[in-house]
């Protein structure tokens, strides 16, 4: 499995615009399906975007969708999620996550790996 550490969570007013990284450990990030959860006060774990290993295929939730990119660099071991329009609903802890090598990206079910979470808060 690879280690994964977030950062880039934060506070930011309702519109305004967050950028999470994911930085993953070992040679092998390249094989791995990449994804950002979010987990609310008292809701459960939400998928909100995945990525396929080559970076060509990309998957939204519906809550976030045209407001939300994921994208990942291979070379830097990164995965990113720009967030932008943020609204107060957006607030959760944000986890990285990760699936092997022929893993679904929008299948929540398919990721067993997580980081530690960052948090991010969205005031009205």
């Known amino acids: 499995q690879v280690q994964l550490v977030e950062s880039g969570g934060g506070l930011v007013q309702a519109g305004g615009s967050l950028r999470l990284s994911c930085a993953a450990s070992?040679?092998?990030?390249?094989?791995?399906?990449m994804g950002w959860f979010r987990q609310a006060p008292g809701e459960e774990r939400e998928l909100v975007a995945g990525?396929?290993?080559?970076?060509?295929?990309?998957y939204y939730g519906d809550s976030v969708k045209g407001r939300f990119t994921i994208s990942r660099d291979n070379a830097k071991n990164t995965v990113y999620l720009q967030m932008n329009s943020l609204k107060p609903e957006d607030t959760a802890v944000y986890y990285c996550?990760?699936?092997?090598?022929?893993?679904?990206?929008?299948?929540?079910?398919?990721?067993?790996?997580w980081g530690q979470g960052t948090q991010v808060t969205v005031s009205s």
């Open positions: 070992g040679r092998t990030f390249s094989r791995y399906v």
């Open positions: 996550a990760s699936a092997g090598y022929g893993s679904r990206w929008d299948v929540a079910a398919d990721y067993d790996n």
């Open positions: 990525i396929s290993w080559t970076g060509f295929s990309t």
